[in-house]
């Protein structure tokens, strides 16, 4: 299964083709500029609001391409953990996989959760839990620092 498999969006593929023939070999802008705009992220018939195009372009390429989560299963349900949901790309994937799994979602930082939770709701998701915890091995609590890169 691709990312843009389902792509029904003519503009994306004129765009990309154009770009190419124009002799722009930069793959990842041409993609990141077809589905990313104004914070938005638009695949298919859905639309994930992040801000950090260079982590949603990782994320794309772990998540749709290289399809590092997938996992098949018999279960109509499958019951997902999600260990620091971000903006919820990784959601975006089970839903599209597993359209009914429940899953149950982590994430710690406060801005980052309201715009899961956005992105949750705008995408109409059901069965998704999310709570504000980060997981460790440990029974502590800790402090970290985000980097730009984060």
């Not at 749709?64 to 997902?80: C, R, S």
């Not at 903006?87 to 899953?103: T, W």
């Not at 059901?126 to 091995?137: E, G, K, R």
């Amino acid at each position: 299964m691709s990312v843009f498999s389902n792509i029904q969006n003519p503009t994306f593929i004129d765009l990309g083709i154009k770009k190419i023939m124009n002799g722009s070999k930069d793959i990842q802008n041409i993609v990141m500029d077809s589905i990313y705009a104004n914070s938005t992220m638009q695949i298919n018939n859905n639309s994930l609001i992040a801000f950090d195009k260079r982590s949603l372009w990782l994320l794309l390429n772990e998540l749709f391409i290289n399809h590092d989560y997938f996992f098949q299963t018999k279960n109509k349900h499958p019951y997902i953990i999600d260990c620091g949901s971000s903006y919820g790309m990784s959601i975006f994937y089970f839903k599209m996989v597993h359209p009914n799994s429940k899953i149950l979602a982590f994430e710690p930082q406060t801005d980052i959760r309201k715009i899961l939770e956005k992105n949750i709701e705008k995408n109409n998701f059901t069965n998704v839990t999310i709570l504000p915890y980060a997981l460790s091995d440990k029974n502590q609590s800790i402090n970290y620092i985000l980097t730009i890169l984060d």
